[in-house]
């Protein structure tokens, strides 16, 4: 067996101890190293004169698309600065609506043309019979439709009744289309009346849940608020509805 002399020996550990040191340091100097390009991506989100939030906002209103600043991913949605993007929101709309203000005759006709609008929350006292779409899929509407041809009380998937239930509640439930279709019903018949057992139901209507019939036994409508009380958002429907007639 050959023995290496002491002085080679001593050298060689030497030099295998000095590779590590210097591995160590690298691979920790790597790990700590701050992420620039995405710090900075994260800030470029939360100027509202940035660029970058310029971009995302337009990407979110009109599809198009955009380069992401450097650093950023699918955390744009969740690193966004609320404050910074309604403020470039509220700019964006300044420019696509027109900044002059009606004339009081002009904001009397809106408000007479889109009273209903205004309304304030009218209460129901009804029964809803609803037909989901989970579960008949694209025929709802017709399946609803039949349930009112068989001549006798009809039979869904689900029956609810509300009593003193505001249309604010039945927006929650069924949504705006719901609430819109249930205020054309001009003359509710009480489901205690002496009338047929189907005279009282109207439908189908249709809601992002699926189609329903509605059995109205009362309602009392919500009255109209002054024009002066809803002046302010009658200035913005009016300006919106001016910019969405002026062709481009």
């Known amino acids: 067996m050959i ?51 310029q971009q995302h906002i337009n990407n979110k209103l009109f599809g198009e698309a955009i380069t992401e600043p450097q650093g950023m991913g699918v955390e744009i949605d969740s690193t966004t600065d609320t404050l910074a993007m309604q403020a470039k929101l509220a700019g964006l709309t300044k420019n696509v609506t027109t900044q002059r203000l009606p004339t009081a005759d002009e904001l009397k006709t809106f408000y007479t043309l889109n009273q209903q609008r205004y309304r304030n929350p009218s209460t129901f006292w009804l029964e809803v019979i609803s037909f989901a779409t989970a579960k008949h899929g694209g025929q709802v ?24 239930i505001s249309t604010i509640e039945l927006e929650t439930l069924y949504g705006q289309s719901f609430v819109d279709s249930l205020m054309e019903i001009e003359q509710p018949i009480s489901a205690l009346s002496k009338t047929p057992p189907l005279a009282c139901w109207h439908g189908p209507i249709s809601s992002s849940l699926g189609a329903h019939l509605v059995c109205v036994d009362k309602m009392i409508w919500g009255d109209y608020p002054p024009l002066e009380e809803v ?10 509805s001016v910019s969405r007639e002026t062709p481009n």
């Open 3 to 53: 023995k290496l002399p002491a002085n080679r020996s001593s050298s060689f550990f030497l030099l295998l101890a000095a590779l590590i040191a210097i591995s160590t340091t690298v691979y920790w100097l790597a790990r700590t190293a701050p992420d620039v390009d995405s710090s900075n991506g994260l800030d470029a989100l939360t100027n509202i004169d940035s660029e970058a939030l």
């Open 141 to 164: 509407f017709e399946r609803a439709e039949q349930e009112l041809k068989t001549g006798q009380p009809p039979v869904g998937d689900l029956r609810d009744q509300y009593t003193a």
């Open 231 to 240: 002046e302010n958002q009658l200035i913005n429907d009016w300006r919106f």
